[in-house]
C-alpha cells in the first residue's frame, strides 16, 4: 500500500500542487487539512480517493504559489487618508513647535506604518469555475500512487509467489525424511526396551508403536499446508483486493507447520520447519503491503 503522487493545476491566481502519501494501514485512514480546499469540496475529494486507493495511511498535501500580482499586498487608500488627516491636526495643533523636516513627507510615512494600513488580498484561491482543473490535478496524482503501487506490487508478487514455493519446497524435503524419522522412532523405542530388559509380546509391542506412530503422523498437516499453499497463490492471482484474505491464510500455514514442528522428533525436520518459519514470517511482513 505504499505509494506517492502528485498532480498540479494551474490556476487564474497561481499554481496548486497536490502531493499523496500512502503508507500501510489496515483501513482507510485520509488526512486532509488544509485551508486551501473548499468545504463543500472535500467530502467529494475524500470519497474519490478512498474509492481509488481502498486502503492505507493516506496523507494529502495542498501548497499553494500565488502569482506575482496576486501576492503583492494592497494599501488601504481610505485608512492612509484618516491616519494621514488625524496627524494633520495633531501637527497643526503643536503651535510654537518648529520642525525642520518636510512635514507632509513626515506625515505620510507615519501613516503608511499605521496598524492594517497594508493588507493581503482576500478570498477564495479555488473559485467554482476553475474546479474542474483541481478535480483533473487530484486526478492525477490519484493515478500517479496507483501506477506507483502497480510498480511495487509487481515485485512484491514476485516475492511473495517465490517465498511459498520454497515453503513447499521444504514440505517435499520433509517428506523425505518421513521414513528415516519412523524408523529412528522404532529404532529408539526397541533400544529402550533392551536396557530395560523387557520383552514384550511381539503383538502387543507392534499394536502399541502403531498407536505412538499415529500420535507422530503429520500426513494430515502436509496436506493441510499444500492446500493453503494453493490456496494462497489462487487468491493473489485472482482477487482484485487479496490483502486481508491472504492474512488468514498465513495464519493457517503458520498453524500447520506449528503442528509438525511439534511432532517432528527428527532432528532434520525440526531444520526445515524453522526454515518455513522464516519464509512464513517474511510473508506475512510483505502482505501487510497488499491491497
Not at 44 to 69: P, Y
Not at 177 to 184: T, V
Request: aromatic share 6%; hydrophobic share 35%; net charge negative.
Amino acid at each position: 500500500m505504499t505509494g506517492y503522487g502528485k498532480g498540479e493545476a494551474c490556476l487564474s491566481t497561481g499554481k496548486l500542487k497536490i502531493e499523496i502519501r500512502t503508507l500501510n494501514g489496515k483501513g482507510c485512514d485520509i488526512s486532509l487539512k488544509s485551508s486551501l480546499l473548499p468545504k463543500d469540496k472535500e467530502l467529494l475529494v475524500r470519497q474519490k480517493i478512498a474509492d481509488a486507493l481502498h486502503r492505507g495511511t493516506i496523507d494529502v498535501f495542498l501548497n499553494f504559489e500565488a502569482n506575482a500580482s496576486e501576492s503583492a499586498k494592497t494599501i488601504n487608500a481610505d485608512l492612509v487618508k484618516e491616519y494621514y488627516n488625524q496627524l494633520l491636526e495633531i501637527r497643526n495643533s503643536l503651535k510654537g513647535i518648529t520642525i525642520d523636516t518636510d512635514v507632509n513627507k513626515f506625515l505620510m510615512l507615519s501613516a503608511l506604518r499605521m496598524p492594517d494600513v497594508i493588507e493581503a488580498k482576500k478570498g477564495d484561491i479555488i473559485s467554482e469555475e476553475e474546479w474542474p482543473l483541481v478535480e483533473k490535478a487530484f486526478d492525477e496524482a490519484i493515478q500517479a500512487v496507483c501506477d506507483y503501487r502497480a510498480k511495487e506490487g509487481q515485485a512484491l508478487y514476485k516475492d511473495v509467489t517465490g517465498r511459498v514455493a520454497k515453503i513447499e519446497a521444504l514440505e517435499n524435503e520433509v517428506e523425505s525424511l518421513e521414513s528415516e524419522r519412523i524408523e529412528g522412532v522404532k529404532t529408539r523405542l526397541r533400544k529402550n526396551l533392551d536396557e530395560l530388559a523387557a520383552k514384550p509380546d511381539a503383538e502387543r509391542f507392534e499394536q502399541e508403536l502403531i498407536f505412538y506412530l499415529e500420535k507422530l503422523d503429520i500426513n494430515e498437516e502436509k496436506v493441510r499446508l499444500r492446500q493453503h499453499c494453493r490456496y494462497f497463490m489462487d487468491t493473489i492471482d485472482s482477487d482484485p483486493f487479496p490483502g486481508k484474505k491472504l492474512g488468514f491464510i498465513i495464519q493457517e500455514m503458520g498453524r500447520e507447520i506449528n503442528t509438525t514442528g511439534s511432532k517432528a522428533n527428527h532432528a532434520g525436520i525440526q531444520k526445515k520447519v524453522v526454515l518455513m518459519k522464516d519464509e512464513l514470517e517474511k510473508i506475512r511482513e510483505q502482505s501487510l503491503n497488499i491491497l
